[in-house]
């Protein structure tokens, strides 16, 4: 009886689920308005206004700690993308004595805590002499980075199709060929939605960057996080604004390129 | 007497041994940079930090005395005991409150929803996270701080203000907002995979809706809440962020006196290596301790 009665009564699961949407959406709509409020200083709205936008472009050492964050993040997502790439494919179709080991310590930039990572990494440029800059970030992000990217290309990896490459050998590929004509192609959608996941927990960073930047290199996590211990900012929520906006796009193309491969992987 | 003569090596055609070299060439050339990278700037600096763990009160500049388990007994000092009960209190109460919070979204999304619209939803919940963690932190100082958002919202209606800005609830709260979108992430994995026919056969063999999810639906996805459990539990436990932000200066975390012993004023790089150390070891604790149990509990259901 009770399986047939159609369900017209909303259910408490639904409601709950909306409020949790709300909880995670209604902090970032905050931040929005609030970047076109005129005041400075009260939460009360007292008109409409785009000056904190403006002030941003015209905020040269939020400008150029923009500048440094895009830099490390390109140069780090890189290199990362070929180490990690080789790491997830090594992994993937090797056995050696030590690969459970391997395997693991690829793992750890993963569970280590970042603060840990920090630390180590700073103790470890100071012991050898290195003195630190803007590459010294670089360097660092590449560890996590490229744990990251192997991550997820190894999980591609390990749905693919085990036969595909040895087809291409016993049609006289070379090993280099079956790698780039086969293999290659069909990790390439992997490959590029973890450099976009590398590269937004590389702009994301704030310890690591800290611990190893140099003089005269401030990320845009560092300056931000300078300001906003002072209290709220209202260009720093304009700012906000435009990098949720610019984070929401690269979601979208990683969320778009899983959906391409998972289609394809179908047909 | 060495009677085994070694058989006679077949000299090998040069395509075999072209074969065997790259056999044993290409693993290297794949793995090697990867792994003396992660060599270089993880294990070799971890090693270092643990070798000045167990130098006392080592200091930059100073000259280093002799080994010695000073800075761990530090740990337990009066004054840093409240600082990892802190810390560990932090992490339950995000890993408790998260998966409160976080199951009834993955079970609505993954049992309920209509199905066209799962991946849609899940992604959509999740979307928060491509954005700054540093920017939805600060996003709470605006609206919890005295003259804040919370504030103007209830003084409007006639009700009390609440000071929770640089207080416990702050903390609380900005971690169940960075984490649960974590914990519904994983628990949905787990439920999608949560065979629907196991909760028609409970309800028509007479169990209540209660007793079929305390009976099925929990055990079954038991291995997926222990692994958001910990997710979260190791993410929080290593938080700086929001304890920074939100919690002030009353609310010191280990992360935060690890941060201090390098960049702060007190520079005692002994001490913070250890503190370093302890993390990385309550980690690990957690993970071993999620392979022991997760596992089992995975066997006993299959």
Redesign the interface.
């Given at each position: 009886m009770s399986?047939t009665a159609p369900k017209r009564n909303i259910?408490?699961?639904?409601l709950?689920?909306l409020l949790?949407?709300a909880?995670?959406?209604v902090?970032?709509l905050?931040?929005a308005i609030?970047s076109f409020n005129e005041s400075r200083?009260?939460?009360?709205w007292t008109g409409f206004s785009l000056k904190w936008y403006a002030s941003l472009l015209q905020d040269t050492r939020l400008l150029s700690s923009l500048w440094d964050t895009l830099f490390v993040g390109f140069f780090a997502v890189s290199i990362s993308a070929v180490?990690?790439t080789?790491?997830a494919?090594?992994?993937f179709?090797?056995k050696?004595p030590g690969k459970s080991l391997?395997r693991g310590?690829?793992y750890?930039?993963l569970?280590?805590?970042?603060?840990?990572?920090a630390?180590?990494?700073?103790?470890?440029l100071?012991?050898v002499g290195l003195s630190r800059s803007i590459w010294t970030i670089v360097?660092?992000h590449?560890?996590f980075c490229?744990?990251y990217i192997?991550v997820v290309i190894s999980t591609r990896l390990s749905s693919l199709n085990p036969f595909l490459e040895e087809a291409a050998l016993d049609l006289g590929a070379t090993?280099t060929q079956a790698f780039i004509k086969v293999l290659l192609p069909e990790l390439m959608p992997a490959i590029l939605s973890g450099c976009l996941l590398a590269f937004?927990l590389s702009?994301?960073d704030?310890?690591i960057s800290?611990?190893t930047a140099g003089e005269g290199a401030n990320t845009l996590?560092m300056e931000?996080?300078s300001r906003?211990?002072t209290?709220?900012k209202p260009d720093?929520?304009a700012l906000?604004v435009v990098?949720?906006l610019f984070?929401?796009v690269?979601?979208f193309t990683a969320?778009h390129l899983r959906y391409q491969s998972d289609r394809k992987k179908l047909s | 007497m060495a009677t085994s003569t070694p058989p006679p090596v077949p000299l090998a055609e040069p395509s075999r041994l072209r074969h065997k070299f790259s056999r044993f060439i290409e693993p290297l050339v794949l793995l090697a940079p990867p792994g003396l990278w992660l060599l270089l700037l993880l294990i070799a600096p971890t090693l270092l930090i643990l070798e000045l763990s167990l130098i006392p009160g080592f200091r930059l500049g100073h000259s280093a005395g002799g080994y010695g388990l000073g800075n761990y007994l530090q740990i337990f000092q009066a004054i840093y005991l409240p600082v990892i009960w802190r810390s560990l209190s932090f992490a339950f109460g995000a890993t408790f409150s998260s998966l409160i919070l976080g199951f009834p979204v993955a079970y609505w999304i993954a049992v309920m929803a209509p199905a066209r619209w799962r991946n849609l939803l899940l992604v959509a919940f999740v979307l928060p996270l491509w954005t700054s963690s540093l920017l939805r932190a600060y996003a709470w100082i605006a609206i919890l701080r005295p003259s804040g958002v919370l504030n103007s919202l209830l003084g409007a209606i006639g009700l009390p203000s609440q000071d929770l800005l640089n207080r416990p609830p702050a903390v609380f709260i900005g971690m169940a907002y960075s984490f649960l979108p974590y914990m519904v992430l994983i628990l949905y994995a787990s439920l999608e995979k949560l065979d629907k026919r196991l909760l028609e056969a409970s309800a028509d063999l007479g169990a209540t809706p209660q007793q079929t999810f305390w009976k099925v639906t929990v055990p079954q996805t038991m291995p997926g809440i222990a692994a958001a459990c910990l997710l979260v539990f190791i993410s929080s436990l290593g938080d700086f962020v929001v304890p920074e932000l939100l919690g002030g200066a009353a609310s010191m975390t280990v992360s935060r006196l690890i941060y201090n012993q390098f960049l702060g004023a007190t520079l005692n790089w002994g001490f913070g290596s250890s503190l370093s150390m302890v993390l990385i070891l309550g980690v690990s604790v957690a993970i071993a301790l999620l392979i022991k149990y997760g596992d089992r509990d995975g066997e006993n259901l299959t």
């Open positions: 399986e259910s408490w699961q639904f709950f689920t949790m949407f909880f995670m959406y902090p970032i905050i931040l609030y200083f009260s939460a009360s180490l990690g080789m790491m494919v090594g992994l179709k090797y050696f391997y310590i690829s750890l930039p569970i280590i805590p970042d603060i840990a990572i630390v180590a990494t700073l103790v470890f100071v012991s360097a660092a590449i560890v490229l744990a192997a090993p937004v702009m994301d704030l310890l800290s611990f996590p931000i996080f906003v211990r209290g709220v720093i929520n906000s990098l949720i984070s929401g690269l979601a969320e | -």
